[in-house]
């Protein structure tokens, strides 16, 4: 079942998690910090993209310090997010967001610390691994675009910028391909790259992930507008407050589930090349599809 692969990768995840704040970061504030919106729950989703995709080709565990820094990554980008200068969130994953428990400063900097120490790790682990090092180099430059100034920062910036301006798709496909599918599309090719696969295979789990990539926001743009607070874990309606570029705001919520089926279809078939080994990838597909968090 991958409801049980996931909650196995989450543990993984979590444990080796602790094991680098300890031994890389002193005891003191910036670490509870750290921790603290690290440690706070989560799907564990893109870490376990990156197992799910390392699986394929050989021996997941070999992995897990690229799961673990695609993580940080991402927990970085949501504290960042949170922030009274960009979304002005005070809930995340249920709890306080950073800047309410440890106030703004401290929270830009436990964003910098774990943007930071992701690349350390991913480093360390490259540099434990020389005889494979040009695909581990490879991997770190994915994720290192997706995340960066035509990445997830790019799609940051439009979102900001087109706030409240006149809805139009190109805009909104280039904010989400951006912000939210280029670190999920990273998550699943970096796993596959630090095993040398093929240009083939890399073309097929490119189109998965950036089509599960654009599922994930359409469905987040949906949970917005009729979500369970509980579930989802932060404050809802802030994209139609903010008068944000959403599917919804676009298409409507109808019209977008279709698109969000009609994407799980296209990644599903995506995986074709693989047979019955992309199993749990398809099936993870089709829970991001059915999510209600």
Do not use: W
């Not at 197992?51 to 940080?72: N, P, T, W, Y």
């Not at 805009?171 to 999920?184: G, N």
Request: glycine share 8%; charged share 25%; net charge negative.
């Amino acid at each position: 079942m991958i409801e049980e692969r996931l909650k196995e990768h989450s543990n993984l995840i979590n444990t080796r998690l602790l094991v680098l704040l300890d031994e890389r970061c002193a005891d003191g504030e910036l670490k509870e910090a750290m921790s603290y919106s690290l440690m706070a729950g989560g799907k564990r989703l893109r870490p376990s993209l990156c197992l799910m995709s390392a699986a394929l080709f050989g021996d997941q565990h070999k992995a897990i310090d690229f799961a673990c820094a695609l993580e940080m990554i991402h927990t970085y980008s949501l504290i960042h997010d949170d922030l009274p200068a960009m979304d002005n969130d005070t809930l995340r994953r249920g709890k306080p967001t950073s800047h309410v428990v440890f106030g703004e400063a401290n929270a830009i900097l436990a964003g910098d610390g774990l943007l930071n120490l992701a690349f350390e790790v991913m480093i360390g682990d490259a540099l434990c691994n020389k005889d494979n090092l040009n695909n581990y180099l490879s991997a770190m430059q994915i994720i290192a675009n997706a995340s960066g100034v035509n990445g997830m920062i790019a799609g940051q910036v439009a979102d900001i910028a087109f706030e409240g301006k006149e809805k139009d798709y190109v805009v909104l496909e280039y904010i989400h391909k951006r912000k939210t599918a280029a670190m999920i599309r990273a998550s699943v090719l970096s796993g596959a790259v630090l095993f040398g696969a093929s240009a083939l295979q890399i073309d097929s789990l490119s189109e998965y992930g950036e089509c599960i990539g654009l599922v994930f926001q359409i469905v987040d743009d949906i949970l917005d507008v009729q979500g369970d607070q509980l579930k989802v874990g932060k404050t809802l309606h802030k994209d139609s407050e903010a008068d944000k570029q959403t599917y919804v705001s676009q298409h409507g919520i109808e019209e977008s589930k279709r698109l969000a089926a009609d994407k799980t279809q296209q990644a599903i078939a995506a995986l074709s090349v693989f047979g019955s080994k992309a199993g749990e990838l398809s099936a993870l597909a089709q829970v991001l599809l059915s999510r209600e968090k």
